[in-house]
């Protein structure tokens, strides 16, 4: 199947949608003014899961290339949201209900949620020391702390090689984040953040393609672990984009944290007076010269805030490792590293050897096994050198997900593939349709255990709200952006 290309006064859009998945908000209007913005290069790509979300600035499922100049807009607030799977070399007979519950109640003490009224611990649980080295290196950190080996850690999406490291402005390192941000990293390691984010045990439904789930290590009843979470300490880019969202006291307090954060100097002062007010911009269509001082302070940062996402989800897969022997009353049990993607990033990448600056909202990198082979992100010492890059792809909740690897033609949407269903109607919409004894019911029904903890209303993740996972997952297939490996099912899920 072909793309949809609609022609703008800048680049082209290539939808990559059937002609019966067409979006029915105002996506493809927000495509538009991102093309047609001068410093877009090549094409924007609106991938099968593309929605507007409530308060972005731009739809999840975009993916846009620049040359010179970083726009913040062009991806989440957070941009440290992350998707990791784990595999467990047991069947899923060898876990029943009541050692179920048992896992999840150890999680529920162990992994607090961020949005919960009693979430934050009653002190650090890093230094200060500690979290600036997260940010500069979380491959070094979680290796140092946990001995992860090199093999695992090829399964990571790497993204310091393509970010600035802030040697190269010769600051300290604190100044390039927020005190705020700072804060919640000391509080907040190892916590799963509120909303849409989830950790699922899950049992492997179907292998779709065998010699692939070979080499990963996947097998027909298997358990899984499918972690989706982001963090606080990532919401850089509200700092670099207009907030429309926040009123009276919250208002004053977060601008008067944004000016002091400002305030500092950075800037290239030719810039600053071409731009009156350039913080807070008064549009969200705006950039940022890569290369000037304050493109190459906003680069430290997000390398920063990536960084931490790794490590707070290295956190809670050694934490769920460690509950599941409790459980199972066993010290041999590992959660083996399948995949850890990011889905909210800005990173620096070459493709057809060409260094672009390429913005992913709601979007996975997906690498094929040649780029995985020392010329690309990777060492090529991994299995993606064999397999091509590996992500998870989740359903709604309650739903099945998928395990897949890059497909065939991800050069054209600049190595980018869905990172999941997507929406059919936002939360606001979604909270008014549904009912919250219909979500229970429906997972009760199906025998799948909820642990509902954070304060976020559940009527907004109804499934209903969303895209069908398996028609997407074939829709994507066919599109040649994923290769399909195995269809999971959940068991049960820890719902922030």
């Known amino acids: 199947m072909k793309p949809i290309v609609l022609e703008t006064e800048n680049v082209p859009i290539s939808l990559y949608l059937s002609e019966d998945n067409l979006v029915r908000d105002d996506s493809i209007e927000l495509l538009k003014q991102f093309a047609e913005m001068p410093e877009v290069y090549g094409t924007v790509i609106g991938l099968p899961d593309i929605s507007h979300k409530f308060a972005r600035f731009s739809p999840t499922g975009m993916v846009l290339a620049t040359k010179e100049h970083i726009i913040p807009s062009a991806t989440s607030l957070g941009t440290n949201s992350g998707i990791r799977v784990l595999a467990c070399d ?5 876990l029943n209900d009541s050692q179920v519950d048992a896992l999840f109640g150890i999680l529920q003490q162990t992994i607090p ?7 934050k611990p009653i002190k650090r649980v890093i230094s200060r020391e500690t979290l600036f080295r997260i940010f500069n290196d979380a491959y070094d950190w979680i290796q140092n702390v946990y001995g992860v080996n090199d093999e695992e850690l090829e399964r990571i999406q790497n993204i310091n090689n393509n970010l600035l490291v802030q040697d190269e402005l010769g600051q300290s390192i604190e100044d390039y984040f927020p005190e705020s941000l700072i804060e919640e990293g000391l509080y907040g390691l190892g916590v799963l953040e509120s909303g849409n984010h989830f950790i699922e045990l899950q049992r492997v439904d179907s292998i779709l393609n065998k010699s692939i789930a070979e080499k990963l290590g996947i097998f027909k009843d298997q358990l899984l672990f499918m972690i ?3 963090s606080p300490c990532g919401m850089i880019n509200q700092y670099y984009t207009p907030r429309w969202n926040y009123y009276g006291e919250e208002f004053i307090n977060f601008e008067t944290d944004k000016s002091i954060f400002h305030s500092k100097n950075f800037y290239d002062k030719e810039q600053l007076i071409s731009r009156q007010n350039y913080f807070p911009p008064s549009s969200p269509f705006f950039s940022i ?3 000037s001082k304050e493109g190459k302070r906003y680069r430290v940062a997000l390398k ?3 960084n931490y996402g790794i490590a707070n989800r290295s956190v809670m897969q050694q934490k769920i490792e460690k509950a599941l022997n409790v459980v199972l009353q066993s010290k041999k049990i590992r959660t083996r590293l399948v995949s850890d993607t990011m889905h909210d990033t800005i990173t620096r990448e070459k493709i057809n050897n060409e260094y672009l600056w390429i913005h992913r909202h709601g979007s996975t990198q997906a690498l094929p096994a040649s780029e995985c082979k020392g010329t690309g992100v990777f060492s090529g010492t991994g299995v993606f050198s064999e397999t091509g890059q590996c992500f998870g792809l989740p359903g709604a909740p309650g739903l099945p997900s998928y395990i897949c690897i890059s497909g065939e033609n991800t050069e054209k949407t600049f190595y980018s593939a869905n990172h999941g269903a997507g929406r059919l109607i936002d939360r606001p919409e979604a909270i ?10 429906y997972f009760s029904d199906n025998g799948i255990r909820i642990y509902k903890e954070g304060l976020m209303d559940i009527r907004g993740e109804a499934s209903g709200a969303f895209k069908d996972i398996d028609d997407i997952a074939n829709l994507s297939q066919n599109m040649g952006l994923i290769e399909q490996v195995a269809r999971v099912v959940p068991i049960a899920v820890k719902k922030g």
């Open 90 to 94: 047991i069947d899923s007979n060898q």
């Open 289 to 291: 010269k890569a290369d």
């Open 228 to 230: 989706h979470d982001a």
């Open 432 to 441: 008014k349709k549904f009912s919250e004894s219909d979500i229970y019911k």
């Open 304 to 306: 920063g805030v990536m």
């Open 113 to 119: 949620i961020y949005g919960k009224k009693d979430a």
